[in-house]
């Protein structure tokens, strides 16, 4: 176990230089950057050459390269040009990556409590009126891009209604004391309850959306796994020794049910940090899918490198942790 | 082992919940639940206003931007500022406008007990402390972020011959005479530039102001740039990044009018819709530029579109290095004739824009008001054609995407109405279209186009700030110097710029703006837009101003 563990995270490691690489590159090749981006109108050709050569912007690409790496291996990746002008853009990610974890967790929740029970219920009831309505919920939920369902949840339920507020993680003249970064935590942690309401009330919404993706295809799996199970012989075979319901579901459907429901969830991280992009968009939420719109839009590459890097990593690391669930689950795996 | 599966992770949770408890302590002050208000006797409530973006740090010195400006403007004064509403000085930090005989040597009268908010005093050697500190920067300032001082200035320490600034006198408590190496029309109005605002001397020095460091795609500012200390109505509480708001609060020492505020909130939100959902919801209680085609809507729901006066011009630059044929008068004065800007301006523009006469708004002392816009004359422009030989002639126009400017709201359509208009009078265009940083500046600056859109809103009121800006130099965007009279466009700009007699001066710039017009037209002045901001229905005190120096410290939020 350990061993795998340790060659996965080699893997990473090789993953992220690679990729810092190629990045690196396709930012130099694109057009425009810093340069134009601190100038504006107030470009010249003089002024642009000053401070490209301020910057060592005109120096040969191995040479930029190479300090980059110099400069990363120390831990330094390079001051922000756009999102956080100034702080070193690992600290954009770092300030930021709370938020989005935030509202990950919130939205995978909110799809594995609503999912998981759904797909279960639909597939113990095949072809009643539960499983047939939450089937086309579910497709509802595929097919209305997030984009669109962020939209529609913000105008209703926080600009006509006033439910809910429409932007941001909290409301800004609550006085909140600041722990972990993560707001609803901090509120908790802190004993501020009002601080943290208000992060959760900032939260549901954005969470809403983001979760309609995981949702719809967790209870599909569920639903289409769990109608596979209870033809299985061991279920019969329960059945016969006279177990009681309430074992036959827990140990024996819905254990065996689940291995690709876990699979599922862990896939479903890298289609959640591309959902986060446009439901953080929306809901001007200030957190790593936020940062990297703004990041593309004013050509922030130290930032970009960062988002991406880490969003290669974190993907790794859920995968990982995916399969160690799934040993946990299946003591097939465990034996290996 | 099967226990400690199970349990293993519940003990984890508990003990990384109690360790974070245990240092978690709350920072509210005791005894103000909710803390809306400060605390404070009267409460004048807070008004968060809605930021497009965020301001890129809080010292305005290594700032060219809106955002910053917005912020670091109700925090910090000037020796002078902007009359509320317009584009003419007055005296702030100073008691009286500056005086001076021969225009190199000046005289400041100083306001008297007036402190920063960390309670330094402010006198003639804070101003010098601070002047000596905007003088003496490294290489890697000079070359980027001390952008405002290189441009009006033109030098820095290192080459202290070469600089407009020469030195700072205290010559009293509260007198201090500020010597130029020459005359120019940029000084005094340039102090009005938020870049130029007073800092705390002990702050600068205790936030090492002046180390700033290029690294990588950006520069790397000190601690100064994160603890902003001046003179103004509002005081620095806190910039939150993880929820993206900065907080003032009301400088009760402040010298004069004090805020009617308790706090002030920017909340960065970087969606245009987002904003106006926000001010609907009445979470926010304004936000700057809204789009043109919105006003009308937000004005029907009961917001207040407040329009400024229009300091900008969007023109039509012309390369006659990349076509051969733009270097012909007629071939240029062709190219104006075709254009029905008065359609433009009433179809693509906001309510307010007009026609522009010349490189400049009409509020710049300098500016012609004997010049007529080129008429649109579809007749004229090919008959001026034929004449330069040049008839169905091509143009690369090119328009950048990705972008809004104040002068420019929307710059597809606008480029898509100046072509139609070219092309009725028979140019072939050929159009492109770059993002704006992805190919439209750094296109423009490598002289990569015919013609092209793009504007400029000025930083101070002085005729140089445009036309100086735009033709003077060997090597300006419009390439003036392959043509006969581009030297002496430019050594007559740099002889006015230092007339210190301002009828003069004056006289001279309206004389070198028909010039431009008539005789040069290096390019073509195209029209004058109002940006706007909007704010709720019961916000008082905002007046809009030309150069976007809105100041707060007037503002009331629910008429309190």
């Known amino acids: 176990m350990l061993r795998f563990i340790v060659r996965r995270l080699i893997q990473m490691a090789g993953v992220v230089v690679v990729l810092s ?7 130099k090749a694109l057009p425009g950057g810093t340069v134009s981006a601190m100038l504006g109108e107030r ?55 709370p938020a989005t974890i935030e509202l990950a967790t919130l939205a995978i929740l909110i799809a594995v409590l609503i999912g998981i029970p759904l797909g279960y219920f639909a597939a113990r009831r095949r072809d009643s009126w539960i499983d047939n309505l939450s089937v086309m919920g579910s497709l509802v939920g595929v097919a209305v891009p997030v984009f669109f369902l962020a939209f529609m949840l913000k105008h209703w339920f926080a600009v006509e209604l006033n439910w809910l507020p429409v932007s941001g993680r909290q409301d800004p003249t609550m006085d909140a004391t600041r722990v972990t970064g993560f707001f609803v935590l901090d509120g908790i942690l802190t004993q501020e309850w009002d601080a943290a309401w208000d992060a959760l009330k900032h939260l549901i919404l954005p969470a809403l959306a983001l979760a309609s993706i995981p949702f719809a295809v967790i209870f599909r799996i569920t639903r289409a796994s769990v109608l596979d199970v209870v033809e299985e012989d061991y279920v019969r075979t329960a059945n016969a020794k006279g177990l009681t319901s309430r074992i036959i579901r827990g140990r024996h459907i819905l254990r065996n049910a689940l291995l690709p429901v876990v699979t599922t969830i862990g896939l479903q991280t890298g289609a959640l940090l591309a959902g986060a992009v446009l439901t953080e ?14 990041a593309i839009e004013v050509k922030d590459y130290p930032v970009l490198q960062v988002l991406i890097m880490a969003a290669a990593a974190v993907y790794v690391v859920v995968n990982l942790l995916v399969d160690i669930t799934y040993a946990i689950i299946d003591p097939r795996i465990r034996t290996r | 082992m099967k226990f400690f599966r199970k349990a293993a992770p519940v003990a984890m949770l508990a003990t990384v919940a109690l360790t974070l408890g245990a240092c978690a302590q709350s920072e509210r002050d005791a005894g103000t639940p909710g803390a809306t208000n400060g605390g404070g ?29 917005r912020v670091t403007r109700q925090m910090f004064d000037g020796l002078l500022q902007l009359k509320p ?19 190199t040597t000046w005289e400041f009268k100083l306001r008297e007990g007036v402190k920063f908010s960390d309670g330094e005093a402010f006198n003639a050697a804070a101003v010098c402390s601070n002047f000596e500190r905007m003088f003496d920067q490294n290489a890697d300032a000079q070359k980027g972020p ?9 030098a820095f320490k290192d080459k202290a011959a070469d600089s407009l600034y020469k030195s700072c006198e205290a010559k009293d408590e509260t007198t201090v005479v500020i010597a130029l190496n020459r005359v120019s029309s940029a000084w005094p109005a340039m102090l009005a530039l938020p870049s130029f605002s007073m800092q705390s001397p002990k702050a600068l020095t205790e936030g090492k102001a002046n180390d700033v460091k290029a690294q990588g795609e950006g520069f790397v500012y000190p601690a100064n740039s994160q603890n902003p200390v001046g003179t103004g109505p509002f005081k620095f509480e806190k910039y939150d990044q993880a929820n993206g708001t900065v907080t003032l609060a009301r400088n009760d020492d402040y010298w004069g009018a004090k805020a009617k505020l308790d706090k002030l909130v920017f909340k960065i939100v970087p969606d245009e819709s987002t904003r106006r959902q926000e001010l609907k919801a009445g979470s926010i209680q304004g936000y700057d530029l809204p789009n043109p085609v919105d006003w009308k809507g937000l004005e029907d729901e009961g917001n207040q579109v407040l329009v400024r006066p229009a300091f900008n011009i969007l023109y039509m630059g012309l390369n006659p290095e990349k076509n051969p044929k733009l270097k012909d008068l007629k071939v240029r004065q062709a190219l104006y ?42 007749e004229k422009a090919k008959s001026l054609l034929k004449e330069a030989g040049a008839e169905g002639m091509t143009l690369n126009f090119a328009y950048p995407t990705e972008v809004s400017r104040p002068y420019m709201p929307n710059p597809q359509k606008i480029a898509e109405a100046l072509r139609t208009d070219f092309e009725a009078a028979g140019i072939k265009v050929n159009f492109t279209a770059k993002p704006w940083n992805g190919g439209y500046l750094d296109g423009i600056d490598a002289g990569s186009f015919d013609a092209w859109i793009i504007g400029w809103t000025g930083d101070y009121n002085a005729a140089d700030n445009f036309i100086g800006t735009f033709f003077k130099g060997e090597n300006n965007d419009f390439h003036t110097y392959v043509q006969d009279w581009g030297k002496t466009l430019n050594d007559d700009l740099v002889a006015a710029d230092s007339i210190p007699d301002e009828a003069e001066r004056t006289a001279a710039y309206e004389k070198l703006n028909q010039q431009i017009m008539e ?7 195209l029209t004058h837009s109002p940006p706007a901001l909007v704010v709720g229905p019961d916000v008082e005190g905002i007046v809009a101003s030309p150069m976007t120096a809105e100041e707060f410290n007037t503002a009331s939020v629910g008429g309190k």
């Open chain 1, 21 to 27: 690489l190629l990045l690196f590159l396709w930012f």
């Open chain 1, 43 to 97: 470009a010249t050709p003089e002024r642009r050459r000053e401070l490209e050569q301020a910057l060592g912007l005109d120096q040969p690409l191995w040479v930029q390269y190479w300090n980059y790496i110099k400069r990363v291996a120390t831990g330094n990746f390079g001051p922000s040009n756009g999102v956080l002008p100034g702080r070193d853009a690992f600290e954009v990610f770092l300030s930021r990556f």
């Open chain 1, 281 to 294: 968009r929306v809901f001007s939420y200030t957190g790593i899918g936020q940062a990297l719109a703004i």
């Open chain 2, 41 to 69: 006797a009267a409460s004048g409530g807070t008004l968060t206003f809605g930021a497009a973006g965020a301001p890129k740090l809080f010292d305005p010195f290594y700032a060219t931007d809106g955002e910053t400006f």
């Open chain 2, 85 to 103: 509403g317009t584009a003419d000085l007055e005296p702030a930090l100073a008691t009286d406008m500056p005086t001076s005989s021969d225009g």
């Open chain 2, 146 to 154: 001390a952008d405002y001082w290189s441009y009006t200035m033109g």
């Open chain 2, 337 to 378: 004739h075709a254009l029905n800007r008065e359609q433009l301006v009433q179809t693509q523009l906001p309510e307010g824009a007009a026609v522009a006469t010349q490189f400049m708004p009409d509020t710049v002392a300098g500016y012609n008001k004997d010049l007529q816009p080129y008429a649109y004359d579809v």
């Open chain 2, 519 to 525: 005789e040069y037209l290096p390019g073509l002045a």
